[in-house]
Structure formats: C-alpha cells, structure tokens
C-alpha cells in the first residue's frame, strides 16, 4: 500500500492481528521511506441480495442502513451523528455470516439491526422497531411490548 503521508509505493506490514469473531484483520502499515504509520483495517466485500416487502430483490446498501439507524436517534442526535455509521457496520458484520446461506429478507435485516440497537440504546430499539413494525401488541399493565420475530411464527413462511 502506498504511504499516506509521501505517497512512496512501499510500505511494510509491521504488525497484523485477526478478528476472532468476524472475518476482518486489523494491519499496521510502516512506509520504507519516511517511517509514517498507518492502520488498515481488511473486510471482505459484501454482497448480499435482499429480498423486499414488494417482492423485489436490491442489494444491500449500508447507506440506506446508516439512515435508517439514525432516524431512531430521534431523542439524541448526537448520538445518531457519532454511532450511527458504526452500529451500521456492526449489522453489516452480522450479515456477513448470513451472505452464502439464504435469500435474506429486509425484515430479517430489521431484526438484527433491533437486536443490536437494544443492545446499545433502548429507546433507539424502540423508536426503530416502532418505524419497522416490529412491535405487535403492547400490554397495558405491564408496558412492555412485545416484538415479532418472522421465525418465531408458525405461520411465516421463511425464505430458503
Ligand atoms: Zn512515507
């Protein structure tokens, strides 16, 4: 890789470490010529076509997922400028895993984004899932709603 600071064509791999969970490696790069370093970060290309609520099939856009994170930060949109690119790459390592195995659907991308939303800001979860119908009922007592989650339902038929 050339070196960001001389543009020289050479620079070394001084140090390299592999994700355990994620196929991503994390690099350090030093250039042969003016000794600046640099991180790198390697990720595998996704491609992943998903399969819409009108039947159509797009792929995957990360863009599309940074805004629609975002928009659930309605309450803090600090927190929606700092986190929403990243909480993005978050789901977007998830699906990586998912890529060679089904025909993937906007709703299961939903979930996954909910499910690691709630992880990181409740009320982002709830606003989200609230803007993707991914809440059912809600009990009156108790106030806790309750999400619908396509394979938990006898009657959805799953995407093979
Ligand atoms: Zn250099």
Not at 69 to 90: C, E, G, P, Q, V
Not at 91 to 112: E, G, P, Y
């Amino acid at each position: 890789m050339i070196c960001l600071k001389c543009f020289h064509d050479k620079t070394r791999i001084v140090n390299s470490r592999q994700n355990k969970k994620y196929p991503a490696t994390w690099r350090r790069h030093a250039c042969t010529r003016c000794g600046h370093s640099f991180t790198t970060y390697e990720k595998p290309v996704i491609h992943l076509p998903v399969l819409s609520k009108e039947n159509n099939i797009n792929n995957f856009s990360i863009g599309k997922l940074i805004i629609s994170i975002a928009r659930s930060f309605n309450h803090d949109k600090k927190a929606a400028d700092f986190y929403s690119y990243d909480l993005a790459n978050t789901v977007q390592d998830k699906l990586l895993f998912l890529q060679n195995k089904h025909t993937i659907s906007a709703q299961d991308i939903a979930k996954i984004t909910h499910s690691t939303l709630q992880s990181f800001d409740q009320i982002a979860a709830l606003q989200y899932a609230a803007q993707h119908n991914l809440i059912t009922s809600q009990r009156k007592r108790r106030g806790r709603p309750s999400f619908y989650y396509p394979e938990n339902d006898p009657g959805h038929s799953s995407q093979q």
